[in-house]
């Protein structure tokens, strides 16, 4: 690593903390992305064979601190607890990326079989190579397809059990937080439209419809479609919109 400059060996040396890897693996996955963390995180992880081999005793140890007393599974004491030994928010988005990892079925709980696949998946089986890696998963949400992946998680991970919606109040805390991310400056918008005309459950195709939507017509709503197959709420919406003087139509 002599060879290398400064700039570069302190980026080795930070993907080798986070990844867990060797200086030779990690100078071949920042090469392979022009010295970009980030697309070097990608290159490493889309590649199995060089995933940390983990330990099983640790991550049933893992498993074990977080778990309910009463059912194997981890329930939202455990998932405070380890929150607070990743000195994160529970509320903090990185846990929704953290979930999505675990391919969790329920929001606030993770079976074991969720817990240790996903540590196993991610290289994961301490604490500490946990929290290494966060950084990693916040810059998840910044890869396009990543984040559609994340957000269509999302809706079934944090309906109620057994139901087809998603509660209005979760769906508008949920948009907060992935929207934040996406930085969407309608959003507000269509929380208070969704309170003052809908205030009904969310479908998952108004869900899915409208990161499409958010995606692909400008502020000005100038390429929106009136006869495309948005659902009725996203229609509503823009008749909310140009209804309030909230937005002045574009033309085509």
């Known amino acids: ?69 009463y059912v194997d599974m981890i329930l939202v004491d455990g998932i405070t607890l380890l929150c607070n030994d990743l000195q994160v928010d529970p509320q903090d988005i990185v846990m929704l990326v953290v979930s999505w990892h675990m391919k969790a079925a329920t929001m606030c709980e993770f079976s074991r079989q969720e817990f240790i696949g996903g540590l196993q998946y991610l290289g994961i089986d301490t604490i500490e190579k946990f929290r290494d890696k966060l950084s990693y998963m916040r810059s998840e949400l910044k890869d396009e397809q990543k984040f559609r992946e994340i957000y269509n998680f999302a809706f079934g991970w944090a309906k109620e059990k057994g139901q087809k919606s998603l509660a209005l109040d979760t769906a508008i805390g949920m948009w907060q937080l992935l929207f934040a991310e996406r930085h969407w400056p309608l959003v507000d918008h269509w929380c208070q439209f969704l309170q ?13 419809q409208l990161l499409e939507f958010a995606k692909t017509v400008d502020l000005q709503l100038s390429n929106y479609d009136e006869e495309g197959a948005w659902p009725y709420l996203i229609d509503e919406f823009v008749e909310y919109l140009t209804e309030n003087g909230i937005v002045q139509r574009g033309q085509n």
């Open 1 to 69: 690593m002599h060879k290398l400059g400064r700039g570069h060996r302190d980026k080795v040396q930070q993907f080798m903390a986070i990844t867990g890897s060797s200086e030779k693996a990690a100078v071949q996955a920042l090469k392979a992305s022009d010295w970009h963390l980030e697309g070097a995180f990608d290159i490493f992880y889309s590649q199995p064979h060089i995933r940390t081999v983990t330990d099983s005793r640790h991550l049933e140890e893992l498993y074990n601190r977080y778990k309910d007393p």
């Open 196 to 208: 003052v005309r809908h205030n009904k459950a969310i479908s998952r195709d108004t869900w899915s």
